[in-house]
């Protein structure tokens, strides 16, 4: 199956779901605020994402922190494997619409068919935007990139990304498009927060 064709099932979100929950234990222990040193307390707060018709069930809530310190309460929001920051798609709605594009007739119809979703064709254009140019000048994409045996070129990105996790992984669109997850979590969360000292990693069986 090509990743055009790929579509989520429910045992795919509830790994990603566990992995957010996996990075939010590790950061209560580990994290400190980058304000003040302090104690990271959880403070969750909703989501309504769209991109993900029969994976969600009841509510859902990000994964944030705020400091214990009552003089700072900074808030912390560490990188999701489900969310993609402040868009209303999910991440993997996001990062394959943005690696694919459009394949043809989504000129005509203006929607993107990918990963059971139909983004605008001028979200994922932005989307592909903000990965060439946003994201490749970014300190997480520095520290990834050092961490790839072939990175790609700030223009193929997120194709590119994917592509190398494919030819260094077992290829199926599960994997393909999990572990390419989690080196985009890994990467923001190391950039953003060096004091986590590199003690924070999860890692996932994708097979789905």
């Known amino acids: 199956m090509s990743l055009r064709e790929w579509a989520p099932v429910r045992k ?26 302090g104690k990271l307390h959880r ?15 009841g509510s859902v809530r990000r994964v944030s922190f705020c400091c214990a310190a009552r003089e700072c309460r900074r808030r912390f929001t560490p990188p999701s494997f489900r969310f993609a920051d402040r868009k209303w798609y999910l991440l993997f709605v996001v990062v394959v ?14 929607r993107v068919r990918v990963a059971g979703a139909s983004p605008a064709l001028r979200s994922v254009r932005r989307w592909q935007r903000g990965y060439r140019h946003e ?33 260094h992984g077992r290829g199926s669109p599960e994997a393909t498009i999990g572990e390419t997850i989690n080196l985009l979590v890994h990467a923001g969360l190391t950039s953003a927060v060096g004091h986590f000292g590199g003690q924070i990693t999860i890692r996932r069986d994708w097979h789905c």
């Open 12 to 37: 795919f979100f509830a790994h990603l779901e566990r992995c957010d929950g996996e990075m939010a234990e590790q950061i209560a222990v580990w994290g400190r605020c980058a304000r003040c040193g």
């Open 43 to 57: 403070a969750d707060f909703p989501r309504v994402p769209r991109g993900g018709a029969g994976l969600l069930s």
């Open 97 to 110: 619409a943005a690696a694919l594009g459009p394949a043809g007739a989504e000129h005509v119809t203006g």
């Open 135 to 167: 994201f490749s000048a970014s300190a997480a994409w520095q520290w990834l990139r050092g961490r790839l045996p072939e990175p790609p070129a700030a223009a193929e990105l997120p194709q590119g990304l994917l592509r190398c996790v494919q030819q």
